[in-house]
């Protein structure tokens, strides 16, 4: 099974980049190019990587280029993924932090949408605003928002998540409400995983799975568990497994990520990886994976 995950990382001299990788001592390489472990697209990354070799398979291949906030290489990838989409013809990609571009996410889209096959495309973070934004949120498979997010997918007319009122609320009792909001606004994808104190797993508009426990408070502070849970689901997808059951088994190995590793507010992804297979296994056993 082949996967791509596109996004960022928070350095302005890290050139686009894109082939397979391995992550090595808490350090993504990628085309002999060295990333840290911490949060956003490379804490998703490490993540896919820990759970592809529990699964028996390859890591996914990662499209990276860096960006510091002012956006210049988020258009150099989605430009370089326009051109070269056929490069990324396979089970599926991952979207993960970009700066939302509308034009470039469209080409990026609709190109993806013109292959043979339209592989299963998986928002999270800024590129999930992008398709949000775009008017096209319907044509992808999974968005992964947290409760904040979710009320910004719900909002028709915010043009920023920090432009609604629940994302600065964490309104997460609210969250059945949003989700039947963003489906009746056309701006949500076919499925969510919407991550919080209780994990909600949607399926057209229809709640059919909730995950509560294992309740873990300290991992709540910890930067990055958000990345973990996309990237938890991204292997599993690129394994093959069926959405519904990949969403609510990766739900389970993220809160047993924080039941078995014990965290504080002080660790980082990277001191959680060593717990992964254990906690991947421990949710594979629950949902008969």
Known sequence: MSWLIAGSVPKA????????????????????????????????????????????????????AGDVGTGDGSRAL????????????GNGVTFHYLLPDIYWHNQVLWGLEGLSTTPLLVADAGYMYAAKMSGFAGHYDLFTPDAGEMAFL??????????????????????????????????????????????????????IAEVEAPDVPA????????????GLVTALLASGMEMAKACRTAALANRYLGLFSHPSPAHGIADLLPFLPKALERALEETGG
């Open 78 to 89: 989605y430009k370089h993924l326009a051109e070269n989409v056929e490069r990324a013809a």
């Open 13 to 64: 001299d890290f050139p686009l980049t894109w082939g397979k990788y391995r992550l090595r001592d808490n350090v993504l390489d990628i085309d002999g190019m060295g990333v840290n472990v911490a949060r956003g697209t490379p804490a998703l990354m490490a993540v896919a990587a820990v759970c592809a070799e529990v699964l028996g398979m390859e890591a996914p291949e990662a499209l990276l």
């Open 219 to 230: 991992m709540e502070p910890i930067g990055g568990t958000g990345d973990s849970l996309t």
């Open 154 to 207: 719900a909002d028709e007319t915010a043009p920023h998540p920090f432009y609604t009122r629940g994302f600065l609320l964490q309104e997460e009792d609210r969250v059945p409400e949003l989700i039947r909001l963003a489906y009746a606004g056309e701006n949500a994808a076919r499925y969510l995983l919407v991550k919080g104190k209780r994990d909600y797993i949607v399926a057209g508009g229809k709640i």
